[in-house]
């Protein structure tokens, strides 16, 4: 893997059932490790500076049924299972709503 000057990767969560695109979110190599170990999407927060389960408090969780990496090796792919909506808003996906392209 190749991780940025944060130490970190991009990750993108799709849904393995239905190809949407639920989220995008940054990996650690630890949160790496930590999805391959235990299935479940593993991400690193940012803003806390720290590991975090997704669904860990609210019950939205991402079984992880793949993990592919792009050509470059610089950004993960995460094929889940999603249960509930992805979005911390409460929507399926992060990505419903806003077209740039229906603004201009």
């Given at each position: 893997?190749?991780?940025?000057?944060?130490?970190?990767?991009?990750?993108?969560?799709?849904?393995?059932?239905?190809?949407?695109?639920?989220?995008?979110?940054?990996?650690?190599?630890?949160?790496?490790?930590?999805?391959?170990?235990?299935?479940?999407?593993?991400?690193?927060s940012r803003s806390r500076q720290e590991l975090w389960v997704k669904g860990e408090t609210s019950g939205h969780e991402q079984q992880v049924r793949d993990v592919l990496v792009d050509c470059d090796g610089d950004t993960i792919l995460l094929l889940v299972d999603q249960t509930g909506p992805a979005c911390h808003t409460g929507t399926p996906t992060c990505f419903s709503g806003r077209s740039l392209l229906e603004q201009s």
């Open positions: 893997m190749q991780y940025n000057s944060e130490g970190l990767v991009p990750a993108v969560a799709q849904d393995a059932s239905d190809g949407s695109v639920l989220m995008l979110a940054w990996m650690s190599p630890e949160a790496l490790a930590q999805t391959l170990e235990t299935g479940r999407a593993t991400y690193y």
